[in-house]
């Protein structure tokens, strides 16, 4: 699967939601979609799957725009925070009407992530609770395997045993049936280990998409006596600075070639890796 996003914008009324997005997805990975409240993931997500038509730009999935177009729109499954206070079907009757519109939906896989969240398949949907809403989404979300599947949030509500058992199933089944897997997320910290790539969104504006690995590259943590570090990140972009009596400890925004690696752990400071979430957090913070 490929999915091109080229100039997109989407308007609400006089509220501008994305702005020039461009951007492609291709390969079966899974891309972490960072932004903060408001950035813009839900509008991104909803004109991906089809939910809203964009302002201006373009979107295609293998070639052909996805919008009311019934083949395209069978490949994608977007799964998010929805409320079923209507929902008077049990599990199984739900997963049921599901699966005559999925042509890669597997009962059995289902049945069993059922048993591994611990839902009652005869009780009315609505009446569960909003953390056995969230496991439902999941399970309808792999389940349905679709070639592009979107998970917007739909961790909220869930416990942490339950979002173990959402993360660890979710890299079962991509090895075993890989797709384009977009995660939205504001549990970074928590969630990073899943992603293949990384996107991040700010503002409407896309700010960046990155393999894992090459950007958290872009950031280091020096520690050691607090002269020596001064002097050694003098001249670096400084993310976050602690410090406790004579020893101090910089997070920096910046590769490090291997010179400089090397002249710090001559000097005895210690380089450290820094995490996702502290660059999000740096990359999108208010001026």
Known sequence: MNIKVKNLSLTYRNHVALKDITLELSGEKIYGLLGRNGAGKTSLLSVLASFREASSGSITINGE?????????????????????????????????????????????????????????????????????????????????????????????????????????????????????????????????????????????????????????????ITGNRELVDNFVQAKEQINVQQLGDTKSVMIYGELDDHERNTALAKGLEVAPVSLHDLFVHLTEEE
């Open 65 to 221: 725009e996805p919008f009311e177009n019934a083949k395209i729109m069978q490949q994608v499954a977007f799964m998010y925070d929805k409320d079923y206070k209507d929902e008077s079907d049990n599990v199984k009757d739900m997963l049921q009407d599901i699966q005559r519109y999925r042509p890669n939906f597997d009962m059995d896989y289902a049945e069993y992530l059922i048993e591994k969240f611990k839902l009652n398949k005869k009780k009315p949907v609505k009446q569960f609770s909003k953390g056995m809403q969230s496991a439902l989404n999941v399970i309808i979300g792999l389940s349905t395997r679709a070639p592009v599947t979107i998970f917007d949030e739909v961790y909220l509500g869930m416990d942490a045993p339950s979002r173990d058992i959402f993360y660890k199933e979710l890299l079962k089944d991509q090895q075993n049936h890989p797709r384009i897997m977009i995660l939205s997320t504001h549990l970074v910290s928590e969630m990073d280990y899943l992603f293949d790539e990384v996107i991040i969104i700010n503002k409407g504006k896309f700010l960046l998409q990155e393999e894992y690995n090459s950007l958290i590259s872009k950031g280091a943590t």
